[in-house]
């Protein structure tokens, strides 16, 4: 089965090179404990969505996955619940200087943040531009509006000072990215 | 490594022998396609947790897990959003005829869902007594005041008929579960 383009190399290096390039998603779970540990909000990533084909039964207590492969995400990686409110979103890093090429996040998963918008839920993704050492959070509804009104394959970094929120990087949440959802006044 | 115990020979069966016992879990995705596509209700199931420890990498575009394991859920199967509001639950079966064993259940998947009751989320539990041909759902704050009321291990049939609410069968949708929390007058 081939891996659907695009997406093998982010899976495969999160799980087998945990802090080669992998530092938002590191600071991500750090921060979402943080949250779950002070009761502040209830946020987890979800599994790496895959696809078994050959278990096997060592014995009773030990089954070991001997083939199995990886399959293309239908959601996004992160989501929960804060203050009584839906959470979604996905998180990228790039190496670009200028812009985040949209490649990097599959069209399904917009619509599927397009969906959870519509149903009441704030959805967003969080970019961070490794080279800039910028991190930005864009609602949904600011990449959907880019999408809308522009044909370019990526997002300037442009875009992301003007519609987009930076967030600070800190100890103790590393990236406490619930404070933009408060500033932006969408919780109660 | 050895598979936790109590939940081995479900996550395999749920893979392996897709319709054999897994009737629930069918139903509940085929429910959830249907909530998806009539823009009801964004629910999606949680792919199944398990750590990477060898990927072989044929080509470019080919990635196959060689080895991995299971591991514990550290949350429920399904969540989502429902008419603004963030929904929670796990599902399981029971061959039973008289109760549920409190065993299907981890720890932490109760502690979870109590923790999103407590931020303002809807938690419950799906329930199908396979010999009986009945469905339940329970709501979180039953299922507690259950565990902290009782010491049985088991939570017999009555309870689910006296505080659960049963779920019909249909065609399609063939589980309507978000009925349930509209006849609890939950959501807005």
Known sequence: ???????????????????????LEADINDTNEYYLYNDIAVIHKKPTPITINKVDYKSRHDAVIKEAHFITPSTTD???IYK????????KETKSTTSFPLKNIHKHQIEHLKKIFNHGGIGFIIVRFTK?????????????????CQKRASIPVSYFEEKGYIIKEGLNPRIDYLKIIDKKGVVL
């Open 132 to 148: 800039l050492n910028k991190t930005y959070l864009l609602f949904i509804e600011d990449l959907l509006c880019f999408l809308e």
């Open 1 to 23: 089965m081939n891996y659907p383009s695009g997406i093998k190399k982010d899976t495969v290096n999160l799980r087998t090179y945990s802090n080669r390039g992998m530092d």
């Open 84 to 91: 009584g409110r839906y959470i979604d979103f996905e998180a």
């Open 78 to 80: 992160y989501n929960g």
